[in-house]
């Protein structure tokens, strides 16, 4: 029974087992072992070939033990490499959707899940997103609102948070908690994703 | 290669199969056979490895693979006497997946007709399932990895269907990832507050 993977298939699984559309804290120690582990199955490599020439046969005729002994490690590193590139990629089309989901800001608690580099990439897959949605050289509209088509311009919310006053088209609102108000739907959309408040139906 | 990024198709392959080893194995005695008195593995040695390092010892015949325990003669006797109600996720949670990635390699063509038998016979109540009931599939525990997602696949588009059809009304929700991050952070305690003092709203009209 080999050990070998079980690093990396913890990893995956990590991703794997988690709620859909949510993004668990990136794993960074385990991230560090899988290479670190690939890193030794190389210097398995280097050191088996090392003993194979200082024996003076040529690789071609090695004996098949050591052949073999090669092609373990060898798989190994593929698959290290192969868990790294899922649980990356898994979490980089989480972090997009994440655009879409809750807008340019990215909530703190959220944030702290994500790694340093995941944080980058957020802020510039946004920025691509809103050169497009720009007036200039864009679209000039917000794509990302109303995923589904609207019956209604406005929307009935109820307050959750406490967040002050709202400047709308039609005036300011004072967003009281538990006080209920009627608001444009395009400006109500983002307040309902980042849980200010609720839509009544 | 689209497989390649594919998370369930990954996990299959950590499925551990039983071979024996056609050559030694130098330096890997202590690895892969805690058993093992020395430090390569000998000849003819029986060990149990993940499926990802089968197929290319098996293409240099480094190995002979045997049948892993979730294809044993035991499970095959249940599985088909039983089709419908065999809990395939007790056996291996991908198998299906893992059962095709086997069979390929070893072109075992019994394996492969029991395989398509069992997934055949269980199918029909799996599109009952999705399409028929609303209510909770009440046998998810007995569904392997696969099926679960076939099902889940058939409930999301039903209920597409649903909402085209009879129209509702297009509710706004809280994004997944904020709503998720709550209940971490709050731990039920929310949303108790907000409830009671829902009698005494102030509706303004904007």
């Known amino acids: 029974m080999s050990n070998f993977g079980d690093k990396a298939a913890t990893l995956v699984q990590d991703i794997s087992q988690s709620e859909k559309g949510t993004i668990p804290p990136y794993n960074d120690e385990l991230v560090r072992a899988v290479v670190d582990e690939s890193n030794e199955h190389h210097r398995s490599i280097l050191r088996l ?62 944030g702290e899940s994500l790694s340093h580099s995941e944080r980058g990439y957020f802020q510039q897959y946004s920025a691509l997103v809103n050169r497009y949605q720009g007036r200039r050289g864009g ?34 609102v004072d967003l009281a908690k538990n006080t209920v108000h009627l608001l444009w739907r395009d400006e109500a959309q983002p307040l309902i994703t980042e849980g200010v408040v609720e839509m009544v139906v | 290669m689209s497989r390649y990024f594919d998370i369930d198709s990954f996990l299959a392959e950590q499925t551990r199969v039983p071979v024996v080893f056609n050559s030694g194995c130098t330096g890997l005695g202590k690895e892969m056979d805690k058993m093992c008195q020395t430090r390569d593995l000998p000849m003819g040695e029986e060990v149990e490895l993940p499926f990802w390092l089968v197929p290319k010892l098996f293409e240099q015949n480094m190995v002979g693979p045997k049948m892993p325990d979730c294809f044993d003669e035991r499970v095959w006797q249940v599985v088909e006497a039983e089709p419908k109600n065999v809990p395939l996720r007790d056996f291996n949670p991908h198998f299906f997946e893992f059962g095709a990635r086997f069979t390929e390699l070893l072109r075992d063509e019994e394996l492969h007709e029991q395989l398509e038998k069992a997934f055949t016979a269980r199918y029909s109540k799996l599109l009952v399932g999705a399409a028929l009931s609303t209510s909770e599939f009440k046998d998810r525990h007995l569904l392997s990895r696969e099926e679960e997602k076939l099902l889940d696949a058939g409930r999301d588009s039903m209920k597409a269907f649903h909402d085209w059809k009879y129209s509702t009304t297009e509710k706004l929700t ?21 409830r009671r003092a829902m009698g005494d709203n102030l509706t303004n009209r904007v």
């Not at chain 1, 794509?143 to 400047?167: A, F, N, S, W």
Request: glycine share 8%; charged share 25%.
């Open chain 1, 49 to 110: 070939i090392g003993d194979i020439q200082e024996q003076g046969t040529s690789l071609d005729a090695a004996a098949p033990e050591d052949a073999a002994a090669i092609l373990v490690h060898h798989q190994a590193v593929l698959r290290n490499k192969r868990a790294l590139l899922v649980y990356l990629n898994e979490r980089a089309d989480r972090v997009r959707a994440l655009r879409w989901e809750v807008g340019t800001a990215l909530p703190e608690d959220l």
């Open chain 1, 139 to 172: 679209v000039g509209i917000n794509i990302t609102l109303d995923p589904t088509p609207p019956k209604e311009h406005k929307v009935q919310v109820r307050v959750l948070q406490e967040r002050g006053e709202l400047v709308t088209r039609d005036g300011t």
């Open chain 2, 174 to 194: 809280v994004a997944h990832t904020v709503k998720a991050n709550k209940k971490r952070r709050a731990g039920g305690a929310y949303g108790s507050n907000q």
